[in-house]
């Protein structure tokens, strides 16, 4: 079992940065791959950015590419989402999630909220 916990949202201005945080606890943090999902009031949630262990591989999705960065610290088992140059497009809640054995999205965190204004 993986507990996730999300923070670092918040109300920023068109072309701020953030950082989001997400600390896991339970089990070895190198052993299941991560990502970042987001939801916007009435939508549905989409595929932010994904990290992989192997090869440290790094998936971004278009709408963020070249402004958001996905990174991980093994030692304080968290993973990261820089985000930069923000949008109002970009205002949701954020969640982080770890696969599990099967390579589905299995756990999850509760989220935080990122608002940015224009």
């Known amino acids: 079992q993986v507990q996730l916990v999300e923070s670092g949202g918040g109300f920023v201005q068109a072309g701020d940065s953030l950082r989001l945080s997400c600390t896991a606890s339970?089990?070895?943090?190198?052993?299941?791959?991560m990502g970042w999902f987001r939801q916007a009031p009435g939508k549905e949630r989409e595929f932010v950015a994904s990290f992989r262990w192997s090869g440290r591989n790094t998936v971004h999705a278009d709408s963020v590419k070249g402004r958001f960065t996905i990174s991980t610290d093994n030692a304080k088992s968290t993973l990261y989402l820089q985000m930069n140059s923000l949008k109002p497009e970009d205002t949701a809640v954020y969640y982080c999630?770890?696969?599990?054995?099967?390579?589905?999205?299995?756990?999850w965190g509760q989220g935080t909220q990122v608002t940015v204004s224009s």
């Open positions: 339970g089990r070895t943090f190198s052993t299941y791959d």
């Open positions: 999630a770890a696969r599990d054995y099967t390579g589905h999205y299995a756990y």
